[in-house]
């Protein structure tokens, strides 16, 4: 299994334990919206939270927004940024 | 620094804000506030300046107004007549969302020209039965059948509901949607219906009529905003609402200011060569309304700036800004407050009285408004949750 799948499977289990969506992280397309899926701001921040516990980084202030936890994708592009 | 962000207190449209405010609104004032009714005279004659249209882009017939000029009229107005303040600041939030968020779509470049030619009033539907006053949820759903929709919608509040002619919604997409995946739908008047369940009979802000209703409506589905609720939010409905609220609680703070020195003058011509003893409370006063004053004018205009571009836009959605968003509005809820009770103070039984020209009784009630209206408590633990991923570098 190739560490990008790896950073997939984590991001969908904190999702399922910190994002209180509506339905479950495991059959979530990579580009689904999670807002969509009933991801609000106060469980993001839990979800961003849990993320940066889990892969030991800290998001910089220009990737607290929206658009950056909008889907598993995004969510893995800004891992992958911040563990290169 | 923008050339209109410098004066914008002393411009053209603030003269005018304060004519309408001196002339009409302030005549009318106490009665606004004792029978609790709608300050009809003023907001004629905001309409009458052609101000309700202002944030509508000159090509479609508005004055292509920005934060910092809209929020000066704010302070003017609110110097004369909170209520009629409050009123023309939250028709000014939903015109904000329609011409940032509404102009790819053919059917709010059209509502827009009508705006112009009929200066209509729109009302706001964001508080519900089941949620409160948290704007990112809602119960209610809209429903679409082909090219039309039906929204109900039970709230329980609408700023001068009765009175505005149309009203922007806050709902769930689609009836399978989560409570946070919402949409703007605007009801146009003859589309919807009102059955008010509630009175309005408050402390303060008397004059802005905002019982609970059950809304109904029907309409067609062109007039859903188009974008997500999530985005026009952040970018546009909470820094306008947080901007221009906190410039009108400057305008109350400011008129109270006014009051106390007035005060402090009189009593210091009736024995020159002795500063009186309130005069040094005049002066803490004008310390604190001197901090208030400069957070609205920062605020305003870095937004201001960071709306002009597609970047800075951007930027508007980060959790930097809504604290800081969230840190304007806590603080002139609070310092308002303050600067109006030492005013008080100052002016003492002269202030107490209702019908004295130092009275401060209406500042004060109106003013005890700002930290309920989104309770600064929900405020602060949205800023405290945002706090904990948030480095500030």
């Known amino acids: ?84 | 620094m923008s050339s209109s962000s410098r004066d914008a207190s002393q411009g053209a449209s603030a003269k005018l804000a304060h004519r309408i405010g001196s002339e009409v609104a302030a005549v009318h004032a106490a009665d606004v506030d004792r029978n609790a009714r709608f300050p009809v005279e003023s907001i004629a004659a905001l309409k009458e300046a052609r101000l309700l249209s202002a944030l509508v882009p000159v090509e479609l017939g508005g004055m292509g107004m920005k934060m910092v000029e809209l929020t000066a009229i704010c302070t003017a107005l609110g110097q004369y007549c909170a209520a009629t303040a409050m009123v023309f600041a939250m028709h000014q939030i939903q015109v904000a969302c329609i011409v940032r968020h509404g102009l790819g779509s053919e059917y709010f470049r059209g509502y827009c020209r009508e705006l112009v030619e009929r200066q209509l009033l729109i009302g706001s539907i964001t508080s519900e039965v089941g949620i409160g006053g948290d704007t990112r949820s809602s119960l209610c759903a809209v429903e679409i059948d082909g090219d039309a929709f039906v929204l109900n919608k039970d709230a329980t509040t609408i700023s001068y509901g009765a009175h505005a002619d149309d009203l922007l919604v806050t709902c769930r997409r689609d009836a399978g949607a989560a409570r946070s995946d919402q949409v703007m739908v605007l009801a146009r008047r003859g589309q919807f219906t009102l059955e008010q369940t509630s009175q309005w009979d408050t402390l303060g802000m008397r004059g802005t009529c905002s019982p609970g209703f059950k809304f109904r409506s029907a309409g067609a589905a062109v007039q859903i905003l188009p974008g997500d609720y999530a985005d026009s939010s952040s970018q546009t409905m909470v820094p306008y609402s947080h901007i221009l609220w906190s410039g009108l609680w400057l305008g109350i703070a400011s008129d109270a200011m006014s009051r106390a020195a007035a005060f402090v003058r009189a009593a210091a011509r009736r024995d020159p060569g002795t500063v009186p003893p309130t005069a040094l409370r005049l002066a803490e006063l004008s310390n604190t309304l001197q901090s208030m004053r400069s957070n609205v004018h920062d605020v305003a205009r870095d937004c201001e700036e960071l709306q002009d571009t597609e970047e800075g836009n951007e930027s508007l959605l980060t959790i930097g800004f809504a604290l800081k968003m969230n840190n304007l509005k806590i603080s002139c809820s609070t310092l308002m407050v303050q600067v109006v009770h030492e005013a008080l103070l100052i002016c003492g039984i002269m202030g107490y009285k209702n019908d004295s020209k130092f009275s401060l009784g209406r500042h004060l009630r109106d003013a005890h408004s700002a930290q309920l209206m989104v309770g600064n408590d929900r405020i602060y633990a949205r800023s405290a949750s945002m706090l904990l991923v948030y480095k500030d570098t």
């Open chain 1, 1 to 84: 299994m190739s560490t990008t799948d790896n950073i997939r499977d984590d991001i969908r289990q904190i999702l399922k334990d910190h994002g209180r969506l509506s339905t479950d992280a495991a059959g979530l397309a990579d580009e689904a919206d999670l807002y969509q899926a009933g991801l609000t701001s106060h469980a993001s921040v839990n979800v961003m939270l849990a993320l940066e516990g889990k892969f030991d980084i800290e998001f910089p202030d220009r990737m607290l927004k929206r658009g950056v936890f909008g889907s598993i994708s995004s969510i893995r592009e800004a891992v992958e940024e911040l563990t290169a």
